[in-house]
């Protein structure tokens, strides 16, 4: 099917919802393993929301994706990042010969990594300038992104590789949910402040330029995103269709579905914070999601590495679930002392 951008507008209205009778069965069963009620904190709530999504009272992580996207910035000629744009296309060499973090990560965690380069030799406009990319663009990434999860999948999750990207994600973020361009820019790759100050003057400058056209979350991600960005909204949203529950990865992974979360409140139910990265910008990014974050390592790789890391919480969630032993199949007591008289 070809994708139109009021399909694709129209596609947010009408998503599928968590099965209640699969959060039911799993939390009866939470109630009668053995073990203090709660006692294992959010691993439990982790496995009820796993069993909504995936609608099975013991939900299973058999398939977990991974789905790694590069894409190229014009605005990485301010000179918006530590690193030159030609990083983009050696690290996607050196994902596919499996010498990056997210290979490493990806095989201790036992997901499947897959790696899309989209366009890097046509880097998107200077979003000071003009608009990252056109409709046509746009709609082409969302495609690539939506085409990329694997309906069967039991997890997916995101990650990008993209010199420069920190620059279009803070611009999304301070145009979707208001704020000065500084509180959304953090220091990326490791820039200096003379770096920053570039990086806060060229979202200021795209804020002024597109900020009254962002009028849906469509438009915000064609003039404010990028290749790599608006494939990630794809395939998020996509696992939404399909019922899949997502890990979010860091800044850029978020700020990818920032648009479209204050345009339809609840489209992130399907989602998972993994970890809070250390980029500035990203703990107020989840906050205004709501999310709080599983893990909080002091990472900001991106390439989906701290979602990777976070599978092992899930798998150990799940884990957990399905394999303990209940009160009555382990003859353990699991009735309460009554207060002695
Ligand atoms: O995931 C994050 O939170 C994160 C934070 C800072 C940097 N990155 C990665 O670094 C690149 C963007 O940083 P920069 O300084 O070039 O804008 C891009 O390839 C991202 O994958 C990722
Ligand atoms: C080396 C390097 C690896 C990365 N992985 C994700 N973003 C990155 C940016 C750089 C610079």
New binding site residues.
Partial sequence: MHLTRDAFLASLADLPEPDDAAIAAARARQGELTKPARSLGRLEEIALFMAGWQGRGIPRLDTVQAIVFAGNHGVAARGVS??PPA?TAQ?VANFRSGG??INALAAACGAQLSVHALDLDRPTGDIAEEPALSAAECLAALQAGADSVDAKADLVFVGE?G?ANTTPAAALCAAALGGTASQWCGRG?GLDDKGVSRKVAAVEAALALHGEHCRDPFETLRRLGGREIAAMAGAILAARRHRIPVLLDGFIACASVAPFHVHAPGVLDHCLAAHRSAEGGHTRLLEAFGLDPLLDLGMR???GSGAAVAVQIVRSALGAHAQMATFAEAAVNAGSVAPQP
């Fill in positions: 530590a690193f990083v690290m990056a973090a590789m010199i790759t790789l991106g390439e």
